[in-house]
């Protein structure tokens, strides 16, 4: 990750910002069919960050919860989904992943890896390198 103090981004409208004030603990492409469908797209690229990293500047975002795992944050006057809160893992401190394209400057961020490929769609192809894993990971699969 670039060395900017604080990272910031937000929705297409301007309505939401949100500043990021600690460094990602994975950023990488998810394949499932809930974030194919929340966006509209065959994947996701998400930043995951600690829930107390992220401060919202402007605005607040409204949730749905998408299924027992997780809850989906978009701005309710654009509509921009911007993110996703996985349920909480017993020892595992609370997360948000923030959608990689809503931030001002998302060059600044490598994907890591691809998640739940056995999703994936079979006409797009994965030439990179990166790790795949065909389900969600674990933060101990995150940290490899």
């Not at 990272?7 to 603990?25: F, H, I, K, N, S």
């Not at 960050?49 to 919202?56: D, R, Y």
Request: hydrophobic share 35%; net charge neutral.
């Amino acid at each position: 990750m670039n060395q900017h103090a604080n990272l910031e981004g937000g929705c297409q409208c301007g309505a939401v910002r949100y500043r990021l004030t600690t460094q990602p603990r994975w950023v990488g492409h998810c394949h499932c069919r809930m974030c194919q469908k929340a966006h509209g797209a065959p994947l996701v690229s998400w930043v995951a960050v600690p829930s107390n990293s992220v401060v919202f500047t402007k605005g607040m975002l409204k949730y749905y919860r998408s299924s027992e795992k997780a809850e989906r944050g978009f701005c309710p006057e654009c509509g921009t989904p911007i993110a996703c809160v996985p349920a909480s893992r017993p020892g595992e401190a609370p997360s948000i992943d923030l959608a990689l394209a809503t931030f001002d400057d998302p060059r600044t961020f490598a994907p890591m890896m691809h998640v739940w490929c056995d999703s994936a769609m079979p006409w797009l192809p994965i030439n990179d390198h990166l790790p795949r894993f065909g389900q969600g990971i674990t933060a101990d699969d995150a940290a490899e």
